[in-house]
Each structure stands twice: as structure tokens, then as C-alpha cells.
């Protein structure tokens, strides 16, 4: 059975920075692309960032010179780190598996609340 742990969330003021981890158990990771999302109140969900098994990674316009995200396969853990928050950062974030058949699994997400 595929878990996804995410943790690393919190309150954070405006510039500051987070790192969110995602740990992941039940497949062989190294196979699998890792995603980030996160979701407003009163919003859709959002794609934030991705990276590939082979290490290829995208961001959301919105993130992009702020986000990272990174993995290593051997600790089945993928990061993202966040720098310079915005008030507009505040969401719920989700890290989801995507593996060679189809299948996606979601985390149960981490709340991250960026104010003064």
C-alpha cells in the first residue's frame, strides 16, 4: 500500500521560508515522478512543482525563483523549498506520486500560512 507523509508546514511571515519534506513507502520511488500542489480556501487545487524520476523538473509561473523542489531516492523523500513567501503562498500543500502505470496518490497535506 503506496503512503505519502508530507510535514514541514506551518506559520511563516511574509519573506521567510519553509521546506516541506514528502516521504513516500510501498513502491520503489526511483521509478515514480513527485508533484507538489496546494489549494486555497474557496480555490482549486493548483500545480506548483514537479520533478521527474530522471530528475526534470517544472514550476508554476507563480513559483518559480522562489520554489525548489528536489528528491532523494535513496531516504524515498522529495522536498520543497520555498523561499520569499508571499501572503498568496497560503494554502494547504499536497505532494503527489505519480507512478509508471497511471496511478496517482496524494498525500494528506500540510497547511502553510504565510502572515504578519
Known amino acids: 500500500q503506496v503512503q505519502l507523509v508530507e510535514s514541514g508546514g506551518g506559520l511563516v511571515q511574509p519573506g521567510g521560508s519553509l521546506r516541506l519534506s514528502c516521504v513516500a513507502s510501498?513502491?520503489?520511488?526511483?521509478?515514480?515522478?513527485m508533484g507538489w500542489y496546494r489549494q486555497a480556501p474557496g480555490k482549486e487545487r493548483e500545480f506548483v512543482a514537479s520533478?521527474?524520476?530522471?530528475?526534470?523538473?517544472n514550476y508554476a509561473d507563480s513559483v518559480k525563483g522562489r520554489f525548489t523542489i528536489s528528491r532523494e531516492n535513496a531516504w524515498n523523500t522529495a522536498w520543497l523549498q520555498m523561499n520569499t513567501l508571499k501572503p498568496e503562498d497560503t494554502a494547504v500543500y499536497y505532494c503527489?506520486?505519480?507512478?509508471?502505470?497511471?496511478?496517482?496518490?496524494w498525500g494528506q497535506g500540510t497547511q502553510v500560512t504565510v502572515s504578519s
Open positions: 503527489k506520486l505519480s507512478d509508471n502505470y497511471g496511478h496517482n496518490y
Open positions: 510501498g513502491i520503489i520511488f526511483s521509478e515514480c515522478a
Open positions: 520533478i521527474s524520476s530522471a530528475g526534470g523538473v
